[in-house]
């Protein structure tokens, strides 16, 4: 199983990227795929999920209505959109998964999920 994320970069501060997650060596197989991110000298953070059987989202209170995740099954990937982006969002993001559904309070959670991908990085100048 690996994950790649891509479509990080730089952008000023309003701006939008889009984080793609694809998933390879298995499909979705109803598991959580989460978004997390890292700035330089703190912890990784909960940024988002999706439930890849039902649909289902879930969101950091930080990004709440300006970020959205979604997938595309047929295409085994992920994504993260990122709208009016600021400043504070600047940070590593990562997408991870696991082999098993996971019931919904432990889906915000770094240590539930087993596979992990490089990383990309977001920039968002003031």
């Known amino acids: 199983v690996q994950l790649q994320a891509s479509g990080g970069g730089l952008v000023q501060a309003g701006g939008s990227l889009r984080l793609s997650c694809a998933l390879s060596g298995r499909t979705f197989s109803g598991a959580p795929m989460g978004w997390f991110r890292q700035a330089p000298e703190s912890e990784r953070e909960f940024v988002g999920a999706?439930?890849?059987?039902?649909?289902?989202?879930y969101y950091a209170d930080s990004i709440k209505g300006r970020f959205t995740v979604s997938r595309d099954n047929a295409k085994n990937t992920a994504y993260l959109q990122m709208n009016n982006l600021k400043p504070e969002d600047t940070a590593v993001y990562y997408c991870?998964?696991?082999?098993?559904?996971?019931?919904?309070?432990?889906?915000?959670?770094?240590?539930?999920?087993?596979?992990w991908g490089p990383g990309t990085q977001v920039t968002v100048s003031s």
């Open positions: 991870a998964t696991r082999n098993r559904r996971i019931i919904t309070s432990y889906i915000t959670r770094p240590e539930s999920y087993e596979y």
């Open positions: 999706i439930d890849t059987w039902t649909g289902a989202t």
